[in-house]
């Protein structure tokens, strides 16, 4: 499978329209029986948060997606996540099937105010990301948390883990899972960090990052192990939104086994 070669300084593939993708996000998700709740809005935009409730301790799944508007392939995962309902009896999962929605009006990573969306969670500035933490600290914690990107310059998939209890990893197999569609970027450097396989394990040294991502917040406040997955921009949004869902259904069913 060759990249199409037409990212050089920036995303210019395919683009999607976040308002019919949302509204089928929505028909999915009541034809499944689950609840629908707004954490804030952006704009016209209502900033959603679904929920499949399984019995009282149940594993429990956040997974998030849309944060940054010139990456589609997020939003269309978590529809066809949706649509599959491929979800094991015993997980209870929290999905926010984008953060971003005007992002994705104007093709743009920021949000209107030109910040990175998700360089805004260690003392947030944004109404959206204010909202969104104070929606997690009323939450209970998460068991695994999921958060799905593409990157415009990836070779091919490749995730970050943060887990700092060294628990049992579903890194290699979200690879694995994600090499079956779509190529896997095998360089030893990806985005200036270490990488082996497809996999980063970034230092988590919060203190010294002066502008925390989500899986940042994620680790400090909500759970101890997370992922962020990145699809290469640069192959067909379809292979693209395969290789996120393929990842995603064996972290899930990952997730099942752990505590049946
Ligand atoms: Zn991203």
Redesign the pocket.
């Given at each position: 499978m060759k990249p199409l070669g037409h990212n050089h300084d920036g995303y210019h593939g395919e683009t999607i329209d976040i308002q019919r993708v949302l509204a089928a996000t929505d028909r999915a998700a009541e034809r499944h029986g689950w609840e629908r709740t707004a954490l804030g809005r952006q704009g016209e935009f209502e900033l959603r948060v679904l929920r499949r409730l399984a019995r009282a301790g149940s594993p429990r799944l956040y997974l998030s997606t849309g944060?940054?508007g010139d990456?589609p392939a997020g939003p269309l995962a978590a529809l066809r996540l949706l649509e599959d309902n491929d979800w094991p009896a015993n997980v209870t999962v929290c999905l926010l099937p984008c953060l971003n929605p005007v992002g994705f009006t104007l093709n743009r990573r920021e949000h209107t105010s030109g910040l990175d969306l998700?360089r805004d969670y260690r003392q947030p500035v944004t109404a959206e990301i204010r909202a969104h933490t104070a929606w997690l600290e009323r939450e209970a914690a998460f068991d695994l948390c999921l958060c799905l990107?593409?990157d415009w310059e990836a070779h091919g998939f490749y995730l970050y883990e943060l887990n700092p209890d060294r628990r049992l990893s579903v890194a290699g197999q979200m690879v694995e899972a994600a090499a079956q569609v779509c190529p896997i970027d095998l360089h030893e450097v990806i985005e200036g960090r270490a990488a082996q396989g497809g996999i980063i394990l970034p230092k988590i040294v919060p203190a010294d990052r002066p502008d925390w991502p989500e899986a940042f917040y994620l680790i400090q406040h909500c759970t101890r192990l997370s992922y962020t997955l990145e699809a290469p921009s640069d192959l067909p949004l379809p292979t693209r939104v395969a290789a996120l869902v393929a990842a995603t259904k064996v972290a899930v069913h990952y997730l099942a086994e752990l505590k049946p």
């Open positions: 944060i940054h990456e998700n990107h593409e």
